[in-house]
């Protein structure tokens, strides 16, 4: 398979992940695409030649200097101590201790080849880490503290594994000169990448100052930052190039506000690149990992002196050495700091396990296990290299398993559990606490809530321009509005109120649908119809009923209900053709049909919500305004033969988008002055209002 084929399948893997992560939430997506890559490995023998000099340059370079970037500085400034300390002594650690303790378990494995191995396992991957705590939410403390030392245990992992192998392939080992690389590995790193980067932003803010304000061609610079530093580090000065890369991003971060402020339009596109380059780069990282997995294992499995079950037995007790050791260094070390000291027993061996399960092993190990060569330096074949891969493999595999299984457990809080947040609050809610007592600290709410409150000022805003001739346009744009703030709180909310709303639904579906059919009725025994345009519709609705009851029982959405309306609408477009081209009146009594039911759609819902039966209170108002919304919408389309794409249209679109972009601006301005969103979520809306502004602007300048 050619480089091209093999790029083009791996990013279908990893747009097929995330479409399945998105239905079974409850799956990180980065194990979703390490199963796919598997699959694909094994169905069609996909291979990949993996050298761990250009998965480093290609993968972790860029992907480390962004968490560089994204990681909040004070609390990698708070937690220095313990990052550090994580990051270089507890590898070293696991090293030894781990190390040991395989030669002791397993007698094959020459010591060096144990240290080696526990050395590659001792790094944590910190995109598995972030993968893992969007499912389960950890404490913020614990998160950083893995995140942080995520970012710097690669290289110290890597450098002991290197010279673990080294002595296993020579025989051969200076201490001395394994400590002095070790530290000019350390602080040349840092150096270079502190210099680096530095030179990079005085770059950039000597072209911004001189008018070349290319954005594009700022935005490509800041791409390639991370992979020449690296280069540059590790061919030219022969020191860690991953170190270096994740202080670029540190300190690239705290200088960027010194341009941003001047060409605010290179940081909005920057992010923007940013996020698609993480996301690819993170979803084939994780594929390639599963490629790979297959190849790591099938030597230990097809080796008759290797007992494949005494592998397996291998793969947990070498992930629960990690852990022990993970844990009791995680609980000494909080004997030493102020605030664990006033801590219980109980608390702080919580803490220590937390700590443990997080600290999840991914493609680093992997990289760096698959690097092991296949000789010595006698010529003899690497002690038990399949049997090392093997354990690698399953230890990558079993703790994202342990930490999906074990930590919603332990932190008691999953993330099905707080999608909402603020439990049965929603930003409106939020926003009408009483402010008689400035004193008490407002409750912060997270994006997705904050972004729902300005959709609705949106929409509220799109409301209050409705007049004649423009209520297509603004019907238009409320059901754009009121499709993303559906999506938005089907993500946020618990399942029970999203199940609520659902029920609701379809409730109040079948309610409309019946005042259809009875409309449909009187037209047809008023003569208005004939029998071809009846029965068309009769069949649409009664089978709208069926899906609707299906629903009800299943209590679950059809997963792709766009999917069905399109080739609703396709098929609708098609008959109408046919029948046009048959019968000139067709097309006005189609029409009529659907303004008519349309209407009747609407009073049946009206004498619902008034019947004294009802309890309107309990009934999803955004479900009640959705619905009249759309039958309004498809009266005001039935009013005119032509689709409405002409020139006025869409001025009337921009016109409504520039007023409801003004609202969405001040409707965070309130957010960010009340205190109910950080700094950081208030970027990342505000991003979010100016690309859609970006957006409408541009449309204006396209010819209609």
């Not at 010591?111 to 590659?120: C, D, N, S, T």
């Not at 108002?621 to 869409?650: A, C, F, L, N, W």
Request: aromatic share 10%; charged share 20%.
């Amino acid at each position: 398979m050619s480089i091209v084929e093999t790029v083009i399948g791996l990013v279908l893997l990893v747009l097929l992940s995330n479409l399945i992560n998105h239905y079974f939430k409850y799956i990180p997506v980065s194990l979703i695409q390490i199963a796919l890559g598997t699959l694909a490995a094994l169905i069609f023998n996909v291979k990949i030649d993996l050298e761990s000099s250009w998965f480093l340059l290609l993968f972790i370079a860029p992907l480390l200097y962004n968490d560089g970037r994204k990681f909040p500085k004070e609390e990698l400034w708070k937690l220095k101590g313990a990052i550090f300390n994580n990051a270089i002594i507890l590898v070293f650690i696991t090293m030894i201790i781990g190390g040991y303790l395989i030669h002791l378990i397993i007698p094959a494995l020459p010591l060096p080849v144990g240290i080696a191995l526990a050395a590659i396992l001792a790094p944590t991957d910190p995109v598995a880490v972030h993968s893992i705590s969007k499912q389960v939410k950890l404490p913020d403390s614990i998160l950083h503290l893995v995140s942080g030392e995520s970012l710097i245990n690669d290289a110290s992992g890597l450098i002991g594994f290197k010279y673990a192998v080294m002595v296993a392939v020579t025989g051969y080992f200076s201490l001395k000169t394994a400590v002095v690389e070790l530290f000019y590995f350390g602080i040349v790193g840092f150096i270079s990448g502190f210099v680096l980067i530095t030179i990079v932003v005085l770059i950039i803010e000597w072209l911004i100052v001189k008018g070349f304000n290319d954005v594009v061609f700022n935005t490509v610079l800041q791409l390639c930052v991370p992979f020449i530093i690296y280069l540059l580090t590790e061919e030219s000065f022969h020191a860690s190039g991953v170190i270096a890369v994740v202080v670029a991003g540190v300190v690239f971060a705290s200088k960027r506000n010194s341009f941003i402020r001047i060409q605010p339009e290179i940081n909005i596109v920057s992010e923007r690149m940013w996020d698609l380059i993480v996301y690819l780069l993170n979803g084939i990282m994780f594929t390639i990992l599963g490629v790979e997995l297959p190849v790591a294992m099938r030597g230990t499995i097809e080796n008759e002196d290797v007992n494949t079950f005494s592998a397996i037995f291998f793969v947990f007790l070498m992930w629960l050495i990690l852990l022990l050791i993970r844990m009791i260094w995680t609980y000494c070390y909080q004997l030493f700091t102020g605030d664990a000291r006033e801590k219980s027993v109980k608390e702080r061996l919580k803490v220590a396990l937390l700590s443990g399960i997080s600290g999840v092993r991914g493609a680093i190990t992997m990289a760096g296990a698959l690097t092991i060569p296949t000789q010595v330096a006698s010529g003899e074949p690497f002690p038990e290299r399949s049997l090392v891969l093997f354990i690698a493999a399953g230890v990558i595999i079993l703790s994202m398993v342990a930490a999906i299984v074990v930590l919603p457990f332990i932190s008691g809080d999953s993330a099905l559990e707080t999608r909402g947040g603020l439990g049965d609050l929603d930003a409106s809610k939020v926003l009408e606490t009483s402010s008689d007592d400035e004193e008490e600290e407002q409750p912060e709410i997270n994006s997705n809530k904050a972004k729902l409150y300005i959709l609705k000022t949106a929409v509220r805003s799109i409301e209050e321009q409705r007049r004649g001739g423009n209520e297509l346009a603004v019907y238009h744009l409320i059901l754009e509005y009121q499709f993303m703030i559906k999506r938005l709180e089907i993500n946020e909310y618990t399942d029970d109120l999203t199940a609520a709303a659902t029920s609701d639904e379809i409730k109040l579906h079948k309610v409309a649908l019946r005042g259809q059919i009875k409309e449909l009725e009187r037209l047809r025994q008023s003569n208005q119809i004939h029998e071809k345009v009846y029965h068309k519709f009769n069949r649409s609705l009664k089978g709208q009923i069926k899906q609707a009851d299906y629903k009800a029982k299943v209590q679950q959405e059809w997963p792709f209900p766009t999917v069905i309306e399109s080739i609703r609408k396709f098929w609708r477009s098609i008959s109408l053709w046919i029948g046009v081209r048959q019968d000139e009146k067709y097309g006005v009594e189609v029409r009529l049909v659907e303004r008519s039911i349309a209407k009747a759609a609407i009073k049946s819902l009206s004498e619902y919500i008034k019947n004294p039966e009802v309890n309107e209170k309990k009934i999803n108002r955004e479900v009640i305004y959705h619905m009249i919304i759309t039958y309004r919408s498809t009266i005001e389309k039935q009013k005119s033969k032509d689709e409405p794409t002409g020139g006025d249209y869409q001025e009337q679109i921009r016109k409504l988008r520039f007023i409801s972009i003004a609202a969405q601006r001040t409707a965070l301005q309130y957010l960010v002055e009340q205190g109910y969103i950080n700094h950081q979520a208030a970027i990342s809306l505000r991003q979010y209002i100016n690309h859609e502004e970006s957006l409408n602007l541009r449309a204006a300048t396209l010819p209609n």
